[in-house]
Nanobody
Framework: QVRLMESGGGSVQAGGSLRLSCRAH??????MGWFRQAPGKEREEVAR???????IYAESVKGRFTISKDYARNNLYLQMDNLKLEDTAMYFC?????????????????????WGQGTQVTVSS
């Protein structure tokens, strides 16, 4: 059983930055991603880290968010810069042991097996 625990959320003004962390226990998985869900909206995948180091981003965050992985600490990160009001959401970490072709499918198509509880990000003007 893999457990994921997110941290790093909070309140920030537009234009600011936050860094989300996802601690994976016992270790990280081959395919990991960050999702978000705003009130009244569907959950969307914003970034994915594939086992070979390839990263994929949603157009809405491309150039502002950076996903990275620390294998030694079993952590997945999401660096969020130049935050906008529309980035306000609950952010979730997701993981799956399947890598390769499965993980390379377009954003939102893989059904991740493991999920964290989420961390709230609120961006204000």
């Amino acid at each position: 059983q893999v457990r994921l625990m997110e941290s790093g959320g909070g309140s920030v003004q537009a234009g600011g930055s936050l860094r989300l962390s996802c601690r994976a226990h016992p270790d990280t998985q081959s395919c990991m991603g960050w999702f978000r869900q705003a009130p009244g909206k569907e959950r969307e995948e914003v970034a994915r880290f594939i086992d070979d180091g390839t990263t994929i981003y949603a157009e809405s965050v491309k150039g502002r968010f950076t996903i990275s992985k620390d294998y030694a600490r079993n952590n997945l990160y999401l660096q969020m810069d130049n935050l906008k009001l529309e980035d306000t959401a609950m952010y979730f970490c997701a993981a799956d042991p399947r890598g390769g072709t499965w993980c390379r499918r377009p954003l939102m198509s893989p059904q991740f097996h493991y999920w964290g509880q989420g961390t709230q990000v609120t961006v204000s003007s």
